[in-house]
């Protein structure tokens, strides 16, 4: 526990300032640098037996998809994500591994890669740029830290029914609840410090609606992640972050958030 308590406020204390004062250009090379880490931490998961050359390939076409939505706008997704797959079918077939019959598999494997890594993550540098974009990159991480604290003691103290025994058997229904509970009032946290600055675009209804969204959407990014390291047989994803595991554990709620909030916003809000 000290351990990782350490971790997590060095983590705050290089993460914070970078958002704060170190602008679009600050949040756009940390979100790069993930993109490496997070590639070799899935190519150690996803392909054991050719860590080296998957973590090659999902560098190259995941940090290609990342570099492209962040520069180029999503309006890419349409003809780049399909370029991609028939990248990585092609790759496949030149690499087919010991089994011919796993080919399908390892296709499947890179393509969970590339949209997990390149293009989920691409959404909170995204996020940065929009208008009160710092704002905006709060509202994700008061969903996902704030959820996570309102699951966890309201998981410990009142927790009695399994959400999903068999991918995370710590999980209740009650730790849920209380984690939108807790996403819900991060919002309205962020919303009242953001006024102070003159930021008025989260709205109450805006705290409300985006608290359950998106607090129910970091649920599915952890249990995902947890579903996936049960299927690669990992305990953790990596070993980047002592006492956390790997970066990928640390942001499988965030990567969920973000591009439903980036879509929120120019849907709903027609912001960005």
Same mark, same amino acid.
């Given at each position: 526990m000290k351990t990782r308590l350490i971790v997590g406020l060095g983590g705050l204390a290089v993460l914070l300032p970078a958002l704060i004062w170190g602008g679009e250009l600050a949040v756009q090379i940390i979100g790069a640098i993930a993109v490496l880490v997070c590639a070799e931490e899935f190519a150690s998961m996803a392909f054991k037996e050719d860590k080296w050359a998957a973590f090659g390939w999902l560098s190259l076409t995941a940090g290609s998809s990342h570099l492209a939505l962040v520069h180029l706008g999503t309006d890419v997704v349409g003809w780049l994500f399909p370029m991609i797959v028939v990248a990585t079918m092609a790759f496949v077939m030149l690499r087919p591994g010991p089994s011919l019959e796993a080919a399908a598999d390892r296709v499947g494997r890179y393509v969970l890669g590339q949209v997990w890594i390149g293009f989920f993550l691409a959404s909170l540098v995204i996020l940065r740029g929009f208008d009160f974009g710092l704002g905006w990159v709060f509202v994700v991480l008061a969903v996902a830290w704030c959820g996570d604290t309102g699951a966890y003691f309201a998981g410990r103290s009142l927790g009695k029914h399994k959400l999903y025994e068999r991918v995370s058997p710590k999980k209740t229904w009650e730790g849920f609840f209380g984690g939108l509970a807790g996403g819900v009032g991060g919002l309205f946290a962020v919303r009242a410090i953001g006024a102070t600055y003159g930021w008025t675009d989260l709205t109450p209804l805006d705290c409300v609606v985006l608290g359950v969204a998106l607090g129910s959407a970091a649920v599915a990014g952890d249990l995902s992640e947890s579903l996936m390291k049960r299927a690669f047989k990992v305990?953790?994803?990596?070993?980047?972050?002592?006492?956390?595991?790997?970066? !990928?554990?640390?942001?499988?709620?965030? +990567?969920?958030?973000?591009? !439903?909030?980036?879509?929120?916003?120019? +849907?709903?809000k027609g912001i960005g």
């Open positions: 305990k953790d994803s990596g070993w980047i972050m002592p006492g956390h595991g790997g970066l !990928l554990d640390r942001i499988d709620s965030v +990567v969920f958030v973000a591009p !439903l909030l980036v879509g929120y916003l120019r +849907v709903i």
